[in-house]
């Protein structure tokens, strides 16, 4: 999501490797292109120049120590003013009050009943609470209906009344709600082109009706600065508690996410990063910093891994890592696990110097994957267990029961045995990386 603005920003920075110290002369260029990368990314204008300002004015200021670089001194005072920009310290989500009552807005196309979902999705799965979905977008055509799939799709429940009034919807729904024992109630709201009295009027009511824990304000990522505006005209009315970027995996240049809190002083929860419903992450400051300055976001990964891999299996998978015992039966189950995560090059975008190593532009073909699943399962335990027995015959065997070639089979031996030899010497902390 923030590639190109990081290419640039990571090119600004090389322009003083080397230097002996950090003067104004040779940051000169290095400001000139952050600054531009940060325009060029639709950063708004004013933020640029006082994050510019700020880098200069501390970067001139700096007693470089001996055994620091000046590159190394500079990257840590831009990654703190991005983490600044960003706003600091994450932002949790409402999740404590029994009930807790979650009310969405935004302009109609910016993904709010889809991100209902992602949201009954993560507080179920994250904290255990029973949701139940709310429609009251009653102008929009099928919305009534797409948000009912959605709660279908994940067997959450969906209040509605069809066309009836809003304010009348949400009051049932509370009630309803109480009687079925339901502890999280997210509000789906009507939308517009644009912001509208009419709209406003019927926000600010439900709001007054329910008293919600949360407003939050769904954004498109991709509408650039024209969502400061937006922003700041829905909190004149409703005081938002916070924003949600989604379409963060299209071709959006991330730069609103830079401007929002600095220009509107409200705290971005979350990120919409797919369009499935599970495609919802945590917005945490320090961690887009990082992968904006190509620092990875090992955090993250941990995290997700952390849903499908519980610590006992960790544990013993890093004992077989280490002795070398790491068999081809791990890795089907391990490359079934990965499917879970999600795609496997939004993973592989989160590794530490992805776009030194190129990872951030690959694209990995489901199919591909399926194939290797396909050799895999072709073999016997015995062999996924002791690949070494595998020879001619064998290999031939299991490339007819799979559908693929010898030659295929062979690659899938040879990179097994090289992955395996990484992961032992990273487990033993021998890995040098080029970064």
Known sequence: MFEYMGDRLSKAIK????????????????????????????????????????????????????????????????????ISLLGNDYESLEVSKIPTIIMLAGLQGSGKTTTCGKIANYVRKKHNKKPLLVACDIYRPAA?????????????????????????????????????????IIIDTAGRLHIDEDLMNELKDISEIVNPDEILLIIDAMMGQDAINVIN????????????????????????????????????????????????????????????????DILSI??????????????????KIKK???DLEDFLTNMKQIKKLGPLENILKMLPGARNMGLNNININPKDLAHVEAIILSMTPYER???????????Q??????????????????????????????ANGNMKFPF
């Open 385 to 395: 267990k002791h690949p070494e027995v595998l020879k001619m015959t064998r290999k």
């Open 302 to 319: 941990a995290e997700k891994a952390s849903d499908i891999i519980d610590e006992a299996e960790a544990l013993d998978l890093s004992k």
């Open 144 to 184: 009534i209906n797409q948000l009912k799939e959605i709660g279908a799709s994940l067997n959450i429940p969906v209040f509605d009344k069809g066309k009836e009034d809003p304010r009348i919807i949400v009051k049932e729904a509370i009630e309803y709600a109480k009687l079925n024992n339901l502890n999280y």
């Open 15 to 82: 322009n003083i490797k080397g230097m002996g110290r950090i003067t104004e002369d040779n940051i000169s260029d290095a400001i000139k292109e952050i600054r531009m990368a940060l325009l060029e990314a639709d950063v708004n204008y004013e933020v640029v120049k006082e994050f510019t300002k700020n880098v200069k004015d501390k970067a001139l200021g700096l007693n470089v120590s001996k055994s620091l670089k000046p590159e190394e001194v500079f990257i840590k005072l831009v990654k703190d003013e991005l």
């Open 233 to 296: 005209g829905f909190n004149d009315i409703l005081s938002l508690t916070g924003a949600i970027l989604t379409k963060m995996d299209g071709n959006t240049k991330g730069g609103v996410a830079l401007s929002v809190r600095h220009l509107t002083n409200v705290p971005i929860k979350f990120v919409g990063d797919s369009e499935k419903l599970d495609g919802l992450s945590e917005f945490y400051p320090e961690r887009m910093a990082e992968r904006i300055l190509d620092m990875g």
């Open 397 to 426: 065997r299991i490339a007819k029961g799979s559908g693929r070639s010898v030659e295929e089979v062979n690659r899938l031996l040879k990179q097994f045995d090289n992955m395996k030899d990484m992961m032992k010497k990273m």
């Open 324 to 326: 070398g015992n790491y």
